[in-house]
């Protein structure tokens, strides 16, 4: 059977379209190595290739976040089932609480997040401050930091109310991001986060 055929036969055979439903599809399809696929705002589904320049900053954060988080509550570019409609990010970076465990399928409950980070890619910009930030915000993410290489800035959202973050702090790149009055409890550098 091909791709196609495969995904009419789960459309045949099911009334309702789930996330569950489109990330069989998705899985199933012939994505090039290195490109991140989501599904945000209602089901619409993104495809970005991964720049080595993300990947740096990424990793960067993940490391640092390992002060505090074992790396079995840290998840990166794996899907997590969001709040609203059809929305299944695969966040950059996400730190879970030490209360947390992956359910019978393996994934982590959105309710268990206490920071996550998105690089921005220049495709997919308008989803991370708009539709990805509106989400977490509703999902209640005590932190959402926006990482953009291409501006050379951070944007941490914090303190999240009736779906919109009340908080907003922006920085360039190499300036410390003090987290150490939140959840996380720690200061973030960034001196090392590459420009594009």
């Known amino acids: 059977m091909t791709v196609l055929e495969d995904r009419i036969t789960m459309a045949e055979e099911s ?5 569950d439903v489109m990330s069989e599809w998705l899985e199933k399809m012939p994505v090039p190595e290195g490109t991140k696929v989501e599904i945000v705002g209602g ?3 993104f495809m970005s290739p991964q720049r080595h320049t993300h990947w740096q900053i990424f990793f960067d954060i993940a490391r640092q976040l390992s002060a505090k ?12 089932d969001f ?16 209360r947390s ?7 982590w409950h959105y309710r268990d997040i206490e920071f996550v980070a998105e690089v921005v890619s220049e495709n997919t910009a308008a989803n991370d401050y708009g539709p990805k930030k509106l989400t977490y915000a509703l999902a209640e993410v005590p932190i ?3 990482a953009d290489p291409y501006e050379g800035e951070c944007r941490v959202y914090t303190h999240p109310m009736n779906g919109d973050y009340t908080t907003e702090t922006k920085l360039p790149f190499g300036e410390d991001l003090d987290l150490t009055d939140t959840p996380v409890g720690l200061v973030l550098r960034t001196d090392e986060f590459p420009r594009d």
Do not use: H, W
Request: a negative charge; hydrophobic letters at 45%.
């Open 15 to 19: 009334d309702e379209l789930t996330l």
């Open 43 to 45: 089901g619409n589904i």
């Open 69 to 80: 988080y074992p790396a079995k509550r840290l998840a990166s570019d794996v899907q997590i």
């Open 83 to 98: 709040p609203g409609r059809l929305n299944g990010f695969a966040c950059d970076v996400a730190a879970m609480a030490d």
């Open 101 to 107: 465990v992956p359910d019978a399928k393996g994934r």
């Open 144 to 146: 959402y930091l926006i």
